[in-house]
């Protein structure tokens, strides 16, 4: 006769193993996920967020889904278009049925997507989209776990006071990230007495080469080249910048966006990406709950490279989405609207909920507490996770910034 207290365990594991079969045999939840995973768009960190959501979603399966139903996730490879995206969330909502749609890299295709979004009723969840305008349009479809341009780029603009840079030029996209995060660094700037020079880029350029020339050849010469770049433009201009003589040098510091936090800035500028400042939305490693360190060790397992802070918030997006489902008790999209509004989620890089608020506008469905630093590479093929932190202070692992003089 078996002994109680070994029937527990046995009882426990075959409940579990019964929710899965259930889960496994009911209707599924349709999910969209959008994102770029060719070019022009961002493609390098478009599939490590699609990793990280498949990652999460085999796990939220395998512990018996969603309200006992499994996750469905449709993928769309919005190619960093507007037009991509547009069509890619219309076949997601009038095809594929689903419930929610989540992801983005590029803030001008989140756009576009939601404005489908809006039209359909559907719920849409924002991984990686800084301009204000995601949210400032007040739709109540839309929600954004990405920090908007002026939650983070005052804080970067206030970075480079605190440092002391005096003359400052910025590299800007032509989309609505690009102009807006320039203009909040700009102005902020502007109040601090700070000189900043900016300059315009398209995103399917090769050489820009004429505007950093121009750039360099100011008297005084800049000490910090900002990038307010997200695509892959970035690698070439840390390459031809690195080749002018420009920056990163001691005497021109180089900071860019989230985009360089892929590995593939080692192959594409070796050395010359081995000073480069980057804008992080994640923690520390120090900072990491049990959930980070459990999903970092999976994601290397997994997929042979350390996650950034890009994969931890596709991976969040999903722990959010899901939840925001388990507060409606419903996968009706009007439900889910509701669901979000009133989530909590601890997630690997934050414990997430949405602001209500609409003052100022781009406040309202956007999470407040996002966690930001800016950390330097400071050595050949180095991870973000093993990169110095020069910002914000209280987890500061360096107060220099390197190359010194």
């Known amino acids: 006769m078996m002994k109680l207290s070994q029937g527990i365990p046995v009882l426990a594991a075959a409940a579990l193993s019964l929710a899965c079969v259930s889960a496994q045999a009911a209707e599924p939840i349709a999910l969209g996920w959008v994102g770029p995973l060719s070019a022009p768009g961002n493609y390098s960190s478009g599939q490590e967020m699609r990793w990280a959501v498949e990652m999460a979603v085999d796990e939220i399966n395998a512990a018996g889904g969603v309200l006992g139903r499994p996750l469905k996730v449709f993928y769309e490879d919005t190619k960093g ?28 295709v989140a756009l576009a997507e939601i404005d489908v979004a809006h039209k359909y009723g559907v719920p849409w969840v924002g991984t990686e989209v800084w301009s204000d305008a995601v949210t400032a349009k007040q739709y109540p479809e839309v929600f954004r776990l990405a920090p908007s341009n002026s939650l983070v780029y005052v804080k970067v603009a206030n970075w480079i006071a605190e440092q002391g840079f005096k003359h400052v030029a910025t590299v800007a996209e032509n989309t609505d990230f690009g102009q807006g995060g320039a203009k909040v660094v700009i102005d902020t700037l502007k109040e601090k007495g700070i000189q900043d020079t900016p300059a315009t880029i398209d995103l399917n350029q090769q050489d820009f080469t004429p505007s950093l020339i121009r750039l360099m050849s100011q008297d005084p010469k800049p000490d910090l080249l ?5 695509g892959q433009a970035q690698y070439q201009i840390v390459k031809q910048a690195c080749q002018l003589g420009f920056a990163p040098t001691a005497d021109t510091k180089m900071i860019g966006s989230s985009g360089l936090l892929q590995k593939d800035v080692w192959e594409v500028d070796g050395e010359c990406a081995k000073h480069l400042l980057i804008v992080n939305v994640a923690l520390p490693k120090a900072q990491w709950n049990d959930k980070a360190t459990a999903f970092a060790k999976g994601f290397q397992e997994r997929y042979h490279r350390p996650p950034t802070g890009v994969a931890m918030e596709a991976y969040d997006t999903v722990g959010v989405v899901a939840a925001g489902i388990e507060k409606a008790g419903s996968s009706d999209p009007k439900a889910i609207i509701q669901g979000l509004e009133q989530v909590k989620y601890t997630g690997v890089n934050a414990t997430y909920s949405f602001s209500t608020d609409k003052t ?24 973000p996770e093993e990169a110095a932190i020069v910002y914000p202070r209280k987890w500061a692992t360096t107060d220099k910034i390197l190359p010194t003089k």
């Open 81 to 108: 278009q507007p037009a991509e995206g547009s069509a890619a969330a219309v076949r997601l909502v009038t095809k594929n049925k689903v419930s929610a749609l989540f992801g983005e890299f590029h803030s001008s």
């Open 226 to 230: 900002q990038m307010v770049v997200a």
């Open 360 to 383: 100022p506008d781009w406040a309202y469905h956007q999470f407040m507490d996002v966690p930001f630093t800016v950390i330097q590479y400071t050595a050949m093929n180095q991870s």
